[in-house]
Nanobody, 121 residues
Framework: QVQLVESGGGVVQPGGSLRLSCAASGSIFSIDAMGWYRQAPGKQRELVAGINSGGSTNYADSVKGRFTISRDNAKNTVYLKMNSLKPEDTAVYYC???????????????WGQGTLVTVSS
């Protein structure tokens, strides 16, 4: 059974940093794109950052210059380094992956359970 396990969320002061991790495990043939989304209370889930298999990245305007997404293909893991955190960044952060499952081969999407990031003084 394929799953995404997230870690790294917590409480941090404004201006601080956090690093989120998301590791995929299971019957995975390959992983295409991976990304981080977030959802704050009363708001829709939004894309924070994405990275494809070739390493190309995309960021929401609100986090450009502050967040960095990266991946370790050998570990099937994606990271989100968050710097200069603001109270507006407070949200549940969800990991997402588009992948090919092996035997049988099929293209699927999976979401992590979410990890809470709270930026508060």
């Amino acid at each position: 059974q394929v799953q995404l396990v997230e870690s790294g969320g917590g409480v941090v002061q404004p201006g601080g940093s956090l690093r989120l991790s998301c590791a995929a495990s299971g019957s995975i043939f390959s992983i295409d794109a991976m990304g981080w989304y977030r959802q704050a209370p009363g708001k829709q889930r939004e894309l924070v950052a994405g990275i494809n298999s070739g390493g190309s990245t995309n960021y929401a305007d609100s986090v450009k210059g502050r967040f960095t997404i990266s991946r370790d293909n050998a570990k099937n893991t994606v990271y989100l380094k968050m710097n200069s955190l603001k109270p507006e960044d407070t949200a549940v952060y969800y990991c997402n992956a588009d992948y090919v499952e092996g035997r049988p081969y099929r293209y699927l999407e999976i979401w992590g359970q979410g990890t809470l990031v709270t930026v508060s003084s």
